[in-house]
């Protein structure tokens, strides 16, 4: 709001790497969540402090492989 030169677009709901290289060839600042902050070469990030929290999760068959049980143990750990 107290930008009057700076114009807002929607990205898709879903980011793939063509979203990032779009942003990076028009020059454009991406607001996106800290999971994506290695994605791109070109790109640096810089964390906000809004204070905004997003929910972040595991999907996963509902018969899952033995070798996904052992991740979601591991994950299980480690959180």
Do not use: R
Not at 1 to 23: G, Q, R, S, T
């Amino acid at each position: 709001m107290n930008c009057k030169n700076v114009e807002i677009l929607d990205a898709p709901l879903y980011y793939d790497i063509n979203v990032f290289n779009k942003c990076e060839e028009a020059g454009c600042l991406l607001v996106t969540l800290e999971c994506w902050k290695d994605i791109h070469p070109a790109f640096k990030t810089i964390p906000l402090s809004s204070g905004e929290t997003i929910p972040y999760g595991v999907i996963y068959a509902k018969q899952p492989t033995e070798d996904a049980l052992k991740v979601l143990d591991i994950i299980k750990d480690v959180i």
